[in-house]
Nanobody, 126 residues
């Protein structure tokens, strides 16, 4: 499976961006998707996850809850991360990922995911 992340850019604090993650080789609706980010000098951290269709639900890190929303367009085989009320601390490279396993709980660890996109840079200026 190949994942192509896009939509990053520079934005002022308080602004919005929508990231896209287009997939080929897999039907995204059948798999759990995750978004992670990595700021300079920091470890990769969990942002949010969406379960496969039918399993239901999304789950977010506390740091983005209420500001970020994950959605999926099955016709386009694309997952989105809508980011609003952006803060300086949201500056990072954002990655989308696909999990092959299906777990009962929320998949918030990077090693739960088998396939990764190349990342897209989001820069928030204060």
């Amino acid at each position: 499976v190949q994942l192509q992340a896009s939509g990053g850019g520079s934005v002022q604090a308080g602004g919005s961006l929508r990231l896209s993650c287009a997939a080929s080789g897999r039907t995204l609706s059948r798999y759990t998707m995750g978004w992670f980010r990595q700021a300079p000098g920091k470890e990769r951290e969990f942002v949010g996850t969406m379960r496969r269709s039918g399993a239901g639900g999304t789950y977010y890190a506390d740091s983005v809850k209420g500001r970020f929303t994950i959605s999926r367009d099955n016709a386009k085989n694309t997952v989105y991360l809508q980011m609003t009320s952006l803060k300086f601390d949201d500056t990072a490279v954002y990655f989308c990922a696909v999990a092959e396993r299906h777990l009962a709980g929320w998949m918030t660890r990077a090693y739960d995911y088998a396939y990764w996109g190349q990342g897209t840079l989001v820069t928030v200026s204060s």
